[in-house]
């Protein structure tokens, strides 16, 4: 009996074989495409979140602009950058007001900036004393029908 751990000509090597390998690199490859394919789903949820986010500060900053310009029993003298500028006659039922916004946030320059639609509907409550302010809120603004709406609902009080 020969021992063939001693023989120069059978020498014992270590590695993988062809088929070991082409596995390994198939499951890595599927696990690779699952990652992939989550990777558009994650990107669009994240633009969704900064939108959100986004409309929610237009129409705080509105709010704030409402509850801090001159709101007398009469009148409301501005909204921020909505048009028209005001001012605007608080006796009557139901006011709108629409302001367009970019993808920034800020006023567009041009009508071909527009991204954000924000209407704001006043209406009277319990006489002259409150008003109810809706912001409805309508992105991309230039799209035939916008797929994104949120709605924010308020109470200002008005003071002589």
Do not use: H
Request: glycine fraction near 8%; hydrophobic fraction near 40%.
């Amino acid at each position: 009996m020969t021992n063939l751990s001693n023989d120069p000509f059978c020498k014992k090597t270590g590695g993988f074989s062809l088929v070991e390998v082409t596995l390994a690199i198939a499951i890595v490859a599927i696990g690779l495409l699952a990652v992939l394919s989550l990777l558009p789903q994650g990107l669009g949820s994240a633009r969704n979140a900064a939108d959100n986010t986004l409309v929610a500060t237009i129409v705080q900053d509105a709010f704030s602009s409402l509850r801090s310009s001159g709101f007398t029993n009469a009148t409301l003298d501005t909204v921020g950058s909505f048009s028209p500028a005001g001012p605007y006659n608080l006796t009557n039922s139901l006011i709108t007001t629409i302001g367009y916004f970019d993808k920034s946030g800020l006023t567009p320059a041009g009508t071909g900036d527009r991204y954000y639609q924000v209407t704001l509907d006043f209406s009277r409550q319990g006489g002259l004393a409150l008003s109810r302010v809706t912001a409805t809120v309508l992105w991309p603004a230039l799209a035939a029908v916008p797929p994104n709406t949120n709605v924010f609902v308020t109470e200002i009080a008005r003071y002589q």
